[in-house]
């Protein structure tokens, strides 16, 4: 039983770590491009990408240009 607990933990704590690094840790991918434009989801302003064609993660929305109002 023992051995199974410690299983379960180190399973669980893999599980944390891996959905953690998968929403917080790209952030530091926009190195490299030199005053390019950030581009951000409406719906979820904390999914961004320097990648004009790129869509949000969460809700496959299109990303905007960072600070562009929606035109209204």
Known sequence: MDI????????????IGATLWFFFGKRGD????????LYTCPMHPWITSSDPTADCSL?????VRQGSGTGR
């Not at 199974?4 to 669980?12: F, L, R």
């Open 4 to 15: 199974m607990q410690i299983v379960v933990t180190i399973g669980g704590s893999a599980l």
């Open 30 to 37: 926009t190195g490299g491009q030199g005053g390019g434009e």
């Open 59 to 63: 809700c496959g929305m299109k990303l």
